[in-house]
């Protein structure tokens, strides 16, 4: 991207409608190996923050100061457009307000927000419940009346396809767009042709949330962007990833009684201390001596 603001960056790159992919993080470290791969935007998971922060599972137990700490974070390791999952917004429009303005300040450059009735879950878990179409609406327009600059982006989710139909998210959707947000996300969709009809039928740029091992087919970011989705996201997959990882890393420690480079499963020390950057640090550190 060029050296233009990250949301204006972002927000070209999702209307464009090519399937710009985008990896979740839940954490700087994690944010730093995705823009040092090249990708174009980091989006920090709620999911994964509830995971490696907490231990716990995607069920509504991050709160406002738990993500805008992370964000700041994130903020400071990469140049990167931020996308933060802010779950429900944290209460009402009031709250949305707050948590809009909070986030802003802490160098997020979109927000996603959805329409599940607090406490949420993972849009891939069952048993969820949603606040009433009207109350959403009302959450995205304090987002939009909040923001500060004109491209920091709201994006409008709902979880609707799974509680009362394709029809009715597609219908919740419409109406967030309507009300100011600038990208919707139907949450869920379970076969091509829910896809097909999302891309279709919704007239700002949409979100493809897909969850590894979850509700929504996979298929390659060139095929969503055929379809005209602005966003693919993988919320999770590095989280995924690295959980795998640490697994068989540790799992080699466990049998063999020893671990070391030679083995191919960790990163090596150079390739850590490169990805924290410790010889900008070195230079400072000779710099102010």
């Known amino acids: 991207m060029s050296e233009q603001h ?3 960056a972002l927000r070209r790159e999702v209307s464009a409608r090519r399937g710009m992919l985008v990896p979740g993080a839940a954490n700087a ?23 490696t922060f907490y231990g716990l599972p995607d069920l509504g137990f991050v709160g406002l100061a738990d993500l805008a700490q992370h964000t700041a974070a994130i903020r400071d390791a990469v140049a990167l457009p931020i996308i933060v999952d802010a779950d429900t917004g944290f209460g009402n429009a009031l709250n949305v307000r707050h948590s809009v303005r909070t986030l802003e300040r802490a160098g997020a450059n979109a927000i996603q927000l959805e329409d599940q009735a607090s406490p949420k879950k993972c849009g891939h878990f069952e048993g969820k ?16 009346d909040a923001r500060l600059h004109p491209d920091f982006l709201v994006i409008a989710r709902t979880d609707a396809a799974a509680v009362e139909g394709l029809d009715a998210a597609l219908a919740r959707a419409a109406a967030f767009a309507e009300a100011g947000a600038d990208i919707t996300f139907v949450e869920a969709p379970e076969n091509l042709h ?12 949409q ?6 091992g979850g509700k929504t087919p996979t298929l390659d970011a060139a095929e969503f962007g055929a379809m005209g989705f602005g966003l693919v996201l993988y919320a999770n997959a590095a989280l995924q990833g690295a959980v795998r ?8 420690l466990r049998d063999g009684g020893r671990l070391d480079e030679s083995a191919g499963l960790v990163a090596t020390f150079a390739e850590r201390q490169a990805l924290v950057r410790k010889d900008a640090f070195d230079a400072l550190e000779r710099r102010y001596a």
């Open 194 to 205: 829910a896809l097909q009809r999302i891309a279709r039928e919704l007239a700002c740029p």
């Open 29 to 51: 470290l994690a944010a730093r190996v995705i823009e040092e791969l090249g990708f174009d935007a980091v989006y920090l998971s709620g999911a994964g923050l509830s995971n």
């Open 129 to 144: 419940s949603l606040v009433s179409s009207q109350e959403m609406v009302g959450k995205v327009k304090a987002a939009v």
């Open 6 to 8: 990250p949301g204006t």
């Open 207 to 212: 979100v493809v949330n897909v969850v590894i």
């Open 245 to 252: 990882g640490m697994t068989r890393a540790l799992t080699g």
